[in-house]
């Protein structure tokens, strides 16, 4: 029996209980199977298991998360998927690459009524990779979740984006390079629309379709922060610089 046991745990990648089947009614985690001529249950536990960690991964994320509503609207999106509950998240674990993007958590939205995020962890092959990325979006979550220009997707990029600032943040040796006086007195709009001209690839274009401002005005601003920083944000080294300071700025506020 435990090696039946071992093979649908494998298989599924979750918890499995073999109960004698004695025509009682079934849950809805509950399914029959006949083995040695004889009928049992198998009770499938959603909580999640890594016999087999293997594949790439996709945390859900909601504030007050109903999980048997989002768990049929994600089976309904994709196929051959292992949807788990796990802490307060959802995980969607697949064999393959998903297409799950940008779109992604406005198509859940529409369904849910619920603000959702969406982080995708990568390809992963071990138990202490999926620990360790799970482990550094529960230290980021509340952060990103401030974040309008991530649209609720979080990258592995963003992961390391925001770890980075959260570090340089910390590093007092940093702190002292930067003139935070003139930051702290600057009005936040412009410091907000200096980092969306950098989010939007130091487009002027792309940044005044986005803030939906005259470009003009984008510009400006743009004169304005360099004027009181001394930061042109049309410079690579420059518009780093002001990343970095800003970013950590902002999260020292939260």
Not at 51 to 70: A, H, P, R, S
Not at 138 to 158: G, Q, R
Not at 180 to 190: A, G, P, R, V, Y
Not at 195 to 203: A, G, Y
Request: net charge negative.
């Amino acid at each position: 029996m435990q090696d039946l046991i071992n093979f649908f745990e494998i298989q599924t990648n979750k918890k499995i209980k073999i109960l004698e089947y004695k025509n009682q009614d079934l849950k809805n985690n509950q399914n029959l199977v006949t083995f040695d001529y004889k009928t049992y249950i198998i009770e499938i536990d959603d909580k999640l298991s890594f016999n087999n960690v293997k594949g790439y991964y996709y945390i859900m994320y909601q504030q007050n998360i109903e999980f048997e509503n989002l768990r049929k609207i994600l089976h309904n999106l994709y196929e051959d998927v292992n949807i788990f509950e796990y802490n307060n998240y959802l995980i969607l674990n697949s064999n393959n690459s998903l297409d799950i993007n940008l779109s992604t958590p406005q198509i859940i939205e529409s369904e849910t009524y619920t603000t959702t995020y969406v982080a995708y962890l990568g390809k992963i092959n071990d138990i202490d990779t999926f620990n360790f990325r799970l482990s550094i979006l529960d230290e980021l979550l509340s952060s990103l979740k401030t974040e309008t220009n991530l649209n609720n997707f979080i990258t592995l990029h963003d992961l390391s984006v925001y770890k980075a600032i959260e570090l340089i943040g910390k590093e007092k040796s940093f702190i002292d390079l930067i003139d935070f006086s003139k930051i702290k007195n600057m009005d936040e709009t412009l410091l907000h629309t200096g980092i969306s001209f950098i989010e939007n690839d130091l487009n002027i274009s792309k940044t005044s379709s986005h803030l939906f401002l005259h470009r003009n005005t984008l510009i400006y601003r743009l004169d304005k922060i360099k004027e009181i920083l001394e930061l042109d944000l049309k410079n690579f080294k420059h518009s780093f610089i002001f990343y970095l300071s800003i970013k950590s700025y902002l999260a020292s506020k939260l």
